[in-house]
């Protein structure tokens, strides 16, 4: 296990953890560490991988209890800190810090959805990237702006269509 390995489909999962509008009364659990839950420990040890990639409602909480527990138990934990959020800035960004510290990795979202890519020839995932990248990225807006422009003559890149090539 490295963390000079990108992260891929095979050796890693995602846990999105406590996303509830309000922190809705009456939920289920009790605690803020889902690593305390042994259904979510069941879940993310039938994984098999070690790598988890991690995000959820609150930063100091929801993400920073079960990475801490994680990283104790030998997992590597790569924190999506654009999909978490906190009371504020400065809350978000110091349960960052203790995070980084405690050696999990901080990565963005879209970080996480090219690193799964790797390469634009991989076509059985392009098109759901390329939804993604459209509808939540800068990258998305050029897209449909060249489209507009250029009309059919705009590429994205990606394999041609099986008539194109030869």
């Not at 009790?30 to 930063?59: D, E, Y």
């Not at 809350?91 to 690193?115: C, K, W």
Request: charged share 20%; aromatic share 10%; glycine share 8%.
């Amino acid at each position: 296990m490295s963390k000079h390995e990108m992260l891929s489909p095979q050796n890693s999962a995602i846990a999105l953890i406590d996303y509830q509008p309000a922190m809705y009364q009456g939920v289920q659990s009790t605690s803020i560490n889902s690593w305390l839950n042994p259904n979510f420990r069941k879940a993310v040890q039938a994984t098999g991988r070690k790598k988890l990639v991690i995000a959820g409602l609150w930063t100091e909480a929801c993400v920073l209890f079960p990475s801490l527990d994680l990283l104790r138990e030998g997992f590597e934990v790569y924190v999506s800190a654009d999909a978490c959020g906190d009371v504020s800035p400065e809350a978000h960004n110091r349960a960052m810090d203790r995070l980084v510290q405690a050696g999990a990795v901080p990565i963005t979202s879209l970080q996480y959805v090219f690193e799964l890519q790797q390469d634009w020839g991989r076509a059985a995932t392009y098109e759901g990237v390329m939804d993604i990248l459209r509808a939540h990225s800068p990258y998305g807006i050029q897209v449909r702006f060249s489209k507009w422009a250029l009309g059919e003559h705009a590429s994205e890149g990606g394999p041609a269509p099986a008539s194109r090539r030869a």
